[in-house]
């Protein structure tokens, strides 16, 4: 919620002097002491704010108080400079009026400082943006350069603005800042040639001499001793808390900001440095033949630098302080100019250097800082202008009057736009307007600016007469033209009134303004209004070299010489005046009244006398008295009745109709007289403070009961909320107790009952016990007794049955031995004769039968040679026999299932073991292979399809064979073909036929008894194929090949069977020789086959792994 605040909250003295009550000077000063001795430096009347030089930094003006401020009413927090800123910016923003803020005060009172408040809190509020943040920081940054060369320390303040300043900000539609333009009044230049007692030339000169670096010092022809120019006073030269060097920087960095060029900078120091040799040239006379005095110039070391600098012929310059041309009527003359007349135009030549300088330097920032956009803008002006000034103790001269012409200016204004701002308020809200007597200084002025017969008018007009004119014939005229004035006082009035009048000298006139009367002393009014430069400086100006220099004296263009006089300084200022008051007129005023408390520029001292004197000049009480001529206060109906409801039943704590009935409600039930307030249209205008502050007294009164009722009321909460909150406590707490406590006696009782019942249950449990054991005691009576009953009862019965039984018993065998004696009777009789046979028979029938049954489990392989155990001893041939015969009958059963070819080749088989069984180790290892036959699948394979049509038989085999060369023992292979006529060996590649042999002409085949696959064939010899000799051969299927052999020797009528001659030494037919072949057994490193190798010519050997 927004706290609604009001300027009448916690208010030190009065925050408003409208509302101040008495209303005198007295009372005045004694509130803004009071305020002021509580930090409270901001006072106001009405709408305009007095501001006092707090001399001391004020945490008044951080970005939070920028924040507090920021779009709040102007009344409704204490009196700061920022609410006034801050409605002159949002008037201007929103409701689109220029605004201008005037700022008046005496030098020292701190015009300069609130004007930067003003341009710092717009600053902040505004928008923000690259472009927006570059123009501000622009306008922020001319002040530094505009106060080093036009301020000056003086007695009356350390940072003494010396000339008048006006700033128009502009504004787009949104209130961004787009630029600004400065306007400068009336320099004081003569600060430059000479400065009273205890004060300094401007800022620049030092700060130049002390911050410069020594080569831009040299480059200037300076030194930085500032004893070494005469233009620059000593006594005060160092100024506490002022560091010349480091504001040099700041100014030069403000230049860059504002965007003078390195070269316009450099251009700037030179004049002044220029200036400050100027000072230092001096004359001297020299006599003339016509006898007068003629100048010339002293030492031209200095005026020889400063022609260097600025370029200008030294002869020229030099000339220009001797001789002065006058031209009158086409005619031209040349003057010579005495010692006093060249100084004066040395000093003429410096001040309007440096002036114009000033006046240049304005220009400068105006080009830099002017608005871009052509657009229309909205202009905040802020001026900072010279206050009134009264010297008591040194003459008032033209500078003052002109000052004082000026505020008496703007005090007109001031109060013309005041009234008239009260009357359209009074019209807008319909309020009857009475007149409202004040003073008007319209006649003041007139008196000063009048075309005719003003001081301004005749002062130009003597400078302008020809003849002798002084400051005496100038005063003579005011004394005759301005001697009825009611304002104007002279002792050489003809009006006798003053001529004993001892205050006023006879080089004096006095002015009654409108803040009190001032003493002028004429003296020095027509030269400073003359301003006269002699045209041969500027002609020599203006043939520098220097183009800024060029620049400041066009006037010497000898071109554009012009005989007319140039407009007076007296002139000048008017006219700037009058554009100025125009220029206000159209804007909407705000007013800053600044006001010094003490000459010593001291904190926490407040002077009476001197703010008395400011108040008075300022027209202060003037300003309340017009404030509240009418009204003295207004108000909104809505914050009127948002403030003072409480004090009526009907309008608290809320009304609910319009706000203008419910003040009037509430004035009616406050029974506040009827002329002592007005309905305007939006707000309530009270007449007299004094009825504001009996209802201030009244709402703190009623605030007070409220506060005490609320304080009652909270209180009451509060004490109820703790009652309650204990009572809730203390229920809490005695729950938890008696649980607890119950919880105890509980436990006591349950163990209390446990034991009784503990003790009950025994009791019980153990006269139950006694019962049963009683019963059954008379259970196990009853069956003793039953038992022994019934076994006597038994004992009896089988005593009984016994005997009866016996008798039986008697019968039954006798009767038995009877009937046995009957049977075997009949038996033997029937029996005897062939029962012994015919149990024989039957029992050796059952025993037969059940051996062949036994023989049953033996199964049908003629492998198994299982056999059952004979069971009697009487049957071991039959069962031996038996055994054999089985044996032999189910071989025969598993011999009809072999078809013929299977025959053959267990026939095969069946031979080789014949052959080889137990004779050759090789043997064993061929029982598992089946006799293949064809191992080179002759008939399908092409390669061996020549071979295969050769043969003219079957082919019974065919395999590769080694034939083992007698020459090395290798073997090299060959294909082995047998057929049932013949064998033939054939290349193995070709399958050419290499040697048929007819199977009649072999004769044996020898092999070792090893389990090599060595092989020899043997001829018959004589036979035709013995020619070539035995056939040594090797081969895996050596068992195969000779069973083959042998076979078909056995099957064959014509021929004999072939020998098989097995050992491990035979002879082989080699051609003529015979060979021994040998085999042994070989080492391991033979490898796995065996290997044959020729020893001499009659042995080869032929090593066989062992197995
Ligand atoms: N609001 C302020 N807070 C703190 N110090 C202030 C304030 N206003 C002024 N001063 C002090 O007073 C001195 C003089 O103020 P300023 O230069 O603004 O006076 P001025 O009215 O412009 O004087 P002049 O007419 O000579 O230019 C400042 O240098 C500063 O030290
Ligand atoms: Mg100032």
């Not at 003493?519 to 220097?546: I, P």
Request: with cysteine; charged share 25%.
């Amino acid at each position: 919620m927004e706290v609604k605040t009001s300027l009448l909250d916690n208010m030190i003295g009065v925050g408003d002097m409208v509302l101040l009550e008495p209303l005198n000077e007295d009372s005045f000063i004694v509130n803004l002491r009071n305020r002021f001795d509580h930090n409270e430096i901001y006072t106001y009347i009405g709408s305009v704010v007095i501001s006092m030089n707090p001399y001391r930094s004020l945490p008044i003006y951080t970005p939070q108080k920028v924040e507090e401020y920021r779009n709040r009413n102007f009344y409704e927090l204490s009196p700061h400079i920022y609410a006034l800123a801050d409605e002159a910016y949002r008037s201007l923003r929103d409701q689109d009026k220029d605004q201008c803020i005037l700022i008046t005060g005496e030098s020292g009172a701190g015009k300069t400082e609130a004007s930067k408040l003003v341009m710092s809190y717009v600053a902040a509020v505004c928008g923000k943006g690259q472009e927006v943040n570059k123009v501000k920081e622009q306008l922020l940054q001319s002040n530094p350069v505009l106060e080093a060369f036009g301020n000056a320390k003086t007695m009356r303040n350390d940072n003494s603005s010396r000339f008048g300043k006006y700033m128009d900000i502009e504004f787009d539609f949104k209130g961004d800042p787009l630029g600004g333009v400065i306007s400068n009044y009336l320099l004081e230049k003569s600060r430059v040639c000479k400065q009273p007692r205890g004060e300094r030339n401007f800022h620049i000169f030092y700060q130049l001499l002390s911050g410069a670096s020594d080569d831009t010092l040299m480059k200037l022809k300076l030194d930085r001793d500032f004893s070494k120019y005469n233009y620059l006073s000593l006594d005060s030269a160092n100024v506490n808390g002022l560091d010349d060097a480091a504001s040099f920087r700041t100014v030069r960095n403000a230049m860059q900001i504002v965007g003078f060029m390195e070269a316009e900078v450099q251009s700037v120091l030179e004049l002044v440095a220029a200036v400050l040799k100027l000072g230092n040239i001096e004359f001297k006379p020299e006599s003339r033949v016509n006898g007068f005095d003629e100048s010339r110039v002293k030492d031209k070391n200095d005026l020889k630098e400063m022609c260097e600098l600025l370029g200008i012929e030294q002869s020229v310059l030099e000339r220009a302080f001797s001789y002065r041309t006058v031209e009158a009527k086409m005619e031209k003359m040349s003057t010579t100019l005495n010692v006093a007349q060249a100084y004066y135009a040395r000093d003429a030549l410096a001040k309007n250097l440096y002036s114009r300088l000033f006046s240049w330097l304005v220009t400068r920032i105006n080009e830099s800082i002017k608005a871009q956009a052509k657009t229309r803008h909205k202009v905040m002006g802020v001026l900072d202008i010279y206050g009134f000034e009264i010297f008591e103790v040194r003459d008032n001269s033209f500078e003052q009057f002109i000052i004082n012409y000026c505020n008496e200016k703007l005090q007109q204004i001031f109060i013309e736009l005041t009234l008239r701002e009260e009357q359209e308020e009074y019209i807008r809200e319909d309020i009857e307007w009475t007149n409202i007597e004040y003073f008007n200084n319209a006649i003041i002025c007139d008196l000063i600016e009048n075309n005719q017969n003003g001081i301004l008018a005749m002062l130009d007009e003597e400078c302008l007469r020809p003849g002798t004119v002084t400051d005496d014939t100038f005063l003579d005229k005011l004394n005759t033209i301005c001697a009825e004035h009611q304002h104007f006082e002279s002792r050489l009035n003809k009006n006798s009134k003053f001529l004993t009048d001892h205050s006023l000298p006879h080089s004096c006139f006095r002015i009654q303004h409108y803040a009190g009367k001032v003493l002028y002393r004429v003296e020095g009014f027509v030269d400073k209004n003359n301003d006269l430069l002699y045209r041969d400086l500027s002609q020599a100006m203006y043939k520098a070299t220097h183009s800024l220099m060029r620049q400041l004296f066009p006037e010497g263009n000898p071109a554009k010489v012009n005989l007319k006089r140039p407009p007076t300084a007296g002139f000048q200022f008017k006219a700037s005046v009058g554009v100025l008051m125009k220029n206000l007129q159209t804007k909407n005023p705000n007013y800053i009244r600044c006001i010094k408390p003490n000459d010593k520029k001291v904190a926490h001292i407040f002077t009476d006398s001197l703010v008395c004197h400011q108040v008075r000049y300022l027209g202060l009480v003037e300003n309340v008295r017009v404030r509240r001529a009418g009204y003295a206060f207004r108000q909104p109906y809505e914050s009127c009745l948002e403030r003072y409801k409480m004090l009526c039943k009907k309008t608290w704590p809320h009304w609910r109709g319009p706000a203008r009935d419910g003040v009037e409600v509430l004035l009616t039930d406050c029974s506040v007289p009827t002329e002592e307030f007005a309905y305007g249209r939006s707000k309530i205008f009270i007449r007299n403070p004094r009825t504001l502050f009996t209802l201030e007294e009244r709402r703190r009164a009623c605030l007070e009961d409220l506060a005490t009722l609320i304080q009652k009321i909270y209180r009451g909460w509060k004490s109820r909320t703790h009652f309650l909150l204990l009572k809730k406590s203390q229920v809490v707490v005695a729950a938890w107790y008696r649980r607890y406590a119950q919880q105890n006696k509980y436990q006591k009782i349950k163990s209390a009952t446990l034991v009784m019942q503990s003790f009950i249950r025994g009791w019980k449990a153990r006269n139950i016990l006694r019962q049963l054991k009683y019963e059954k005691r008379c259970k196990e009576a009853v069956t003793t007794i039953a038992a022994y009953w019934h076994g006597t009862q038994a004992r009896r019965e089988l005593r009984r049955l016994k005997e009866e039984a016996r008798r039986k018993h008697a019968v039954a065998i006798i009767w038995a031995y009877w009937l046995g004696l009957q049977v075997r009777r009949e038996y033997r009789k029937f029996f005897r004769a062939n029962a012994g046979k015919k149990i024989y028979d039957f029992t050796i029938q059952r025993i037969m039968q059940k051996y062949f049954l036994g023989l049953k489990t033996t199964t049908m392989s003629p492998m198994d040679n299982t056999w059952p155990a004979k069971p009697y001893g009487f049957l071991e041939g039959a069962h031996t026999q038996l055994r054999r015969i089985f044996h032999l009958w189910r071989c025969k059963k598993y011999r009809g299932q072999f078809t013929e070819e299977k025959k053959a080749v267990y026939e095969e088989k069946l031979e080789a073991s014949e052959i080889f069984k137990d004779k050759k180790a090789l043997y064993p290892s061929s029982v598992s292979q089946p006799f293949k036959g064809d191992y080179l699948e002759i008939q399908k394979n092409p390669k061996y399809q020549k071979l295969n049509s050769a043969m003219e038989e079957k082919v019974l085999l065919a395999d590769l064979v080694n034939k083992i060369n007698r020459a090395n023992g290798k073997g090299s292979p060959r294909l082995f073909l047998l057929t049932k006529s013949n064998f033939v060996l054939a290349d193995q590649k070709t399958g050419q036929v290499k040697a048929s042999v007819p199977l009649p002409d072999l004769a044996s085949v020898s092999v070792s008894t090893q389990s090599d696959g060595f092989f020899a064939l043997k001829l018959k010899e004589g036979s035709a194929s013995a020619s070539k000799g035995d056939f040594l051969l090797s081969s895996e299927h050596l068992i195969e090949i000779i069973t083959k052999l042998h076979r078909i020797g056995t099957t064959a009528a014509d021929r004999d069977q072939i020998n098989i001659d097995i050992s491990d030494e035979f002879l082989v037919q080699f051609k003529q020789d015979k060979v021994c072949v040998k085999f042994i057994q070989g080492g391991p490193k033979n490898g796995n086959s065996a290997a044959c190798k020729r020893k001499n010519n009659r042995l080869l050997e032929v090593s066989v792994p062992s197995p």
